[in-house]
């Protein structure tokens, strides 16, 4: 009976069933998380563990049928991994091999020519979650003074039960599409301390709906324009036919529009972990409590930004922080780290899919990123920003977040004339210009996440005569005026 009615409503809203299912299994986290804060808050641990456990294979059963036994297994030999092999180094590189060739040969057998909604998709998000597993339970058996901040807080003191590691992993608000969160914040979370009132369900209602509401119009805009810049365009005559300036700015269009389709997910599936409770972050300076830390976008940041740091900094923030803990920072060497930038990019790219495409569009963010922080290094520093970011106005945020950070340490005496057209009254047309400049460049690298193959992708890059390639490689790259044109600042008065 499900089926004819799901086969309708994806012809009526022009989505593919898998598609329609998944936003549907999200969308059924809220009623799940109000279940657990209405009748299950105050119940025993291991009821919650198996609540949590079966309403997400309920969930994976209704969009992957069968095929859910691929995460069972997964789940099952990291358990036994944990118990077997205990705190060893053997243990995780053995977890570690061992999730990312499942996953590798799952996308292996699995390959079409084009971007599937299938098992392989939630069994990415797993596998980062039972890595890291691993690592928080190695970390767990150190002594507090070899840890981190972040590792301390996520470190395991003893080994947990298989029901636990069944709740964590298919937690209906995060087995889907995430976010990442480790098992640390899901016993918190059963234990009833993810909350602003002791003793009771969070006051997390309207929060929740705040991001539900912010994925439901992002989700919105994607319906209504995503028939209309289809990057299957990209491979037809009449789009090679189309003027230069038409094939740039439909690339542009496309980057920016394609997006939603990840940011309503994430934020749609944040406020289901609001709901829930495992949102909770505690309070901030002022003692406002914070719902932010199942935050997988930054979407005012994502919005304004016309920088590529900005953009990526706002995007996927959970994988990110995952990948910088787990394998940027636990590279041995600070000379390592700080000059081998690439192997969380190529860890992403593998862990996306096995199609050329993936290796292209983080090679192209590698270069783009580091042209725009090479631009940056050359201007001189201007003047400290230290007013309050709260008290800034809109379009002056996000480059006082960056010239604050210490990857931008300041901005260019050298660039005077930039910086008087940034302080005079053409400054809005000129961030306009920022963010034509920087949607497109953005876009570039975005290309070959679609296509997937190398062929398709030079013929898309050829179209446009590989402008990004070619200006990337230029010291004259847009990354100088987004950084240059920046409204000249005053400092806080003591």
């Known amino acids: ?42 119940q025993p641990v291991t009821v919650l563990h198996l609540f949590h456990t079966l309403s997400g294979l309920a969930l994976a059963a209704f969009n992957f ?3 859910i036994y691929h995460s ?25 091999i061992f999730q990312m060739v499942y ?29 890291g597993l691993s690592f928080d339970y190695y970390d767990g058996g ?69 991001r539900f509401g912010l994925g439901l119009l992002c989700l919105t805009i994607y319906a209504i324009f995503s028939p209309h810049l289809s990057d299957s365009y990209f491979l037809t005559d009449e789009y090679g036919a189309q003027p230069f300036w038409y094939r740039c700015v439909f690339i542009m269009l496309w980057a920016k529009v394609i997006l939603y389709k990840y940011v309503s997910c994430w934020v749609i599936a944040e406020g289901v972990c609001i709901l829930s409770g495992l949102g909770y972050n505690g309070v901030d300076e002022n003692g406002n409590h914070r719902w932010d830390a199942c935050a997988n ?19 996927n923030i959970n994988t990110n922080a995952w990948v910088a803990r787990h394998v940027f920072k636990r590279l041995k060497s600070w000379a390592i780290r700080s000059s081998l930038s690439w192997p969380p990019l ?20 590698f270069i783009i990123v580091n042209v725009e922080k090479k631009q940056s290094h050359k201007l001189q520093p201007r003047q ?25 340490p300041g901005f260019g005496e050298g660039q005077p004339c930039a910086h008087q057209l940034a302080n005079s009254p053409f400054y809005p047309l000129i961030y306009v210009v920022q963010q034509l400049f920087h949607w497109l460049f953005m876009g570039y690298p975005l290309v070959p996440f679609w296509p997937l193959h190398l062929r398709q992708v030079l013929k898309v890059y050829s179209s446009i005569y590989s402008a990004a390639t070619c200006s990337s490689s230029r010291p004259s790259c847009p990354a100088v005026p987004a950084h240059a044109l920046v409204p000249k600042r005053e400092k806080k008065q003591d």
């Not at 190529?346 to 569009?361: E, N, R, T, V």
């Open 72 to 96: 069972a297994v997964c789940v099952l030999v990291q358990f036994l991994m944990l118990r077997l092999m205990g705190r060893t180094v053997t243990a995780v590189l053995s977890s570690f």
């Open 65 to 67: 049928g069968s095929q």
């Open 142 to 210: 150190k002594e507090p003074s070899q840890l981190n901040a972040e590792q301390q807080r996520a470190a395991l003191p003893t080994v947990p039960s298989l029901l636990e590691v069944c709740g964590f992993s298919y937690f209906y608000g995060g087995f889907l599409v995430g976010p990442q969160f480790t098992l640390r914040s899901y016993q918190s979370l059963v234990a009833g301390q993810l909350t602003d009132s002791p003793g009771k369900p969070p006051n997390s209602v309207m929060p929740a709906m705040q």
């Open 1 to 42: 009976m499900a089926a004819p009615l799901l086969e309708k409503l994806s012809e009526s809203l022009g989505s593919p069933e898998p598609a329609v299912r998944l936003i549907l299994s999200v969308l059924i986290g809220y009623p799940c998380a109000l279940v657990y804060r209405r009748f299950l808050f105050h």
């Open 384 to 408: 400290r920003i230290i007013r309050d970011p709260r008290n800034l106005k809109s379009h002056e945020l996000q480059p006082a977040l960056n010239a604050s950070s210490s990857s931008n």
């Open 103 to 131: 996953l590798l040969a799952g996308y292996y057998f699995t390959a079409t020519e084009e971007y599937d909604i299938k098992w392989t998709m939630p069994h990415c998000v797993l596998t980062l979650k039972l890595i």
């Open 346 to 365: 190529l860890f992403l790219a593998i862990w996306h899919g096995l199609h050329s495409g993936y290796i292209i569009c983080f090679s192209m963010e």
């Open 297 to 315: 976008m930054k979407v005012w940041l994502f919005e304004t930004s016309p920088l590529f740091t900005g953009t990526i900094s706002s995007f």
